[in-house]
């Protein structure tokens, strides 16, 4: 087993907040723990510049394209409909990002449509999404969620993660044009079925430019980029120039031609970033609103010493070690816990970036993923109390109150809530306070 020593920003004793957080975790469980832990910094959140468009503050969770994929054999979390969406009420939350699959949902480019796909697995040990082929039928299923949605009075924020199935259909969307026309024949297809009034909104597609999520499109991007668009580009350094022009004209070309058929529903296509700088040569303006992914995961002056960035390693490949993750998860815990009050005002210093570029776009902000790490892990076998998710809620309690005070419209506690994440997810009355203090009135 390799052990990770701290590194010397991070050699000061740990905080006695994390102490006394842990010291509860026997008799109080996780949930209980995380409502009692002291010490979240009032400077983050102390005179924060506002967002100028807000609406009525809706407590949001992404279920990404699990919620239609781990539906049957040993990853069947979301097998009833009613029960995980009765569930997802009790926590208090009104709004609910998915992946439509817009590229399944639509004809292929023959005009062809289809019901059934077989999904492929996801990497070994990579957190969403099923670990095995699964079948699936969005056409059917789609929307029947969504009208169960409806009766629940959940907002709905659609998006597509391009989830590839056996034939590769995710592969042969590639343009703008061929982008808008997929989502255009599935808003159409939910228009029919009456369920178009509960979305909030669509973003067209995830963490965009993703390589990880959409090669086919990336690779259209690069066709005529000298400086390649590639999988860490835009978390190590912002776009450059070259790459900005050609990522604002994708995105132009995109949203404004489906804003044609669809001139009521905001569009965007959401973001990941240290801040709006890694932003800053891309043009937003076509945006109907933010969607915005901030994590401290991010920061790279936190990722790499915490072992944060290890875990993505792991979860691209196939060494998944559960002893492994264990040693990373108790580092990166530890990691937080020295360096809380500052990393916490980094967090309030990336939201303020975020106010600034949702008040000169004039436009509402959202954030379904975020606040702490990005990928992370179940290991009762390594972890059966759930104590490395201490800080993961520590930060999620911080964070929503950061993102309220400075006027979010759509606040997450964490992308991991979800029903594949118990640790996290378990404990409703831990999410009740959060989601009642998320959607009180400013």
């Given amino acids: 087993m390799q052990h990770f020593p701290p590194t010397a920003s991070d050699s000061v004793p740990e905080s006695n907040p994390r102490r006394h957080a842990l010291k509860q975790i026997a008799t109080a469980g996780l949930g209980a723990v995380a409502l009692s832990t002291p010490g979240l910094s009032h400077a983050a959140i102390a005179a924060p510049p506002m967002l100028t468009v807000r609406r009525a503050p809706l407590a949001v969770a992404m279920w990404d394209f699990s919620w239609l994929t781990r539906r049957a054999g040993t990853q069947a979390e979301y097998s009833d409909f009613d029960a995980v969406l009765d569930d997802f009420v009790l926590r208090g939350y009104n709004c609910l990002r998915i992946d439509a699959f817009p590229h399944l949902i639509a004809a292929d480019g023959n005009g062809r449509r289809q019901d059934e796909f077989v999904m492929k697995a996801q990497p070994s040990g990579f957190p969403w999404g099923n670990s095995a082929n699964t079948t699936i039928n969005p056409r059917r299923d789609l929307p029947v969620f969504l009208s169960k949605c409806a009766a629940r009075g959940i907002r709905v924020g659609l998006s597509t993660w391009m989830t590839n199935d056996t034939s590769n259909r995710a592969l042969s969307i590639k343009s703008p044009a061929q982008l808008s026309r997929i989502w255009a024949e599935t808003l159409d297809f939910i228009g029919q079925h009456g369920l178009l009034g509960i979305v909030e909104w669509v973003d067209l597609a995830n963490e965009f430019p993703s390589v990880g999520f959409m090669p086919a499109i990336v690779s259209y991007i690069n066709e005529k980029l000298l400086n390649k668009i590639t999988l860490l580009t835009g978390l190590l350094a912002p776009y450059d120039q070259e790459q900005g022009s050609a990522i604002s004209a994708y995105i132009y070309t995109a949203i404004n031609g489906l804003k044609k058929q669809f001139p009521h529903l905001p569009l965007c296509v959401s973001l990941a970033g240290e801040s709006t700088n890694t932003f800053k040569s891309v043009d937003l303006s076509p945006m109907d609103c933010i ?4 994590f401290l995961g991010l920061n790279q002056t936190f990722a790499l010493p915490s072992g944060l960035n290890f875990l993505l390693i792991e979860g691209a490949g196939n060494l998944q070690s559960s002893c492994y993750n264990n040693t990373l998860e108790k580092w990166a815990q530890g990691a937080y816990y020295r360096r809380q009050a500052g990393l ?3 967090l309030g210093g990336a939201m303020d970036s975020w106010v600034t570029l949702g008040n000169k776009l004039n436009v509402p902000v959202y954030t379904t993923e975020g606040w702490a ?17 201490v800080w993961i809620n520590d930060v999620a309690r911080a964070a929503t109150g950061m993102a309220k005070a400075r006027g979010w419209t759509g606040i997450c506690t964490s992308n991991f809530c979800q029903p594949h994440f118990p640790s996290f997810y378990k404990n ?15």
């Avoid at 409703?428 to 400013?442: E, M």
């Fill in 291 to 294: 969607e915005t992914h901030i």
């Fill in 344 to 346: 916490l005002r980094w």
């Fill in 373 to 389: 790490a990005i990928l992370y892990y179940e290991l009762p076998d390594k972890d059966p109390n759930g104590a490395n998710w």
């Fill in 428 to 442: 409703p009355a831990w999410h009740q306070q959060i989601t009642g203090l998320i959607k009180t009135a400013s």
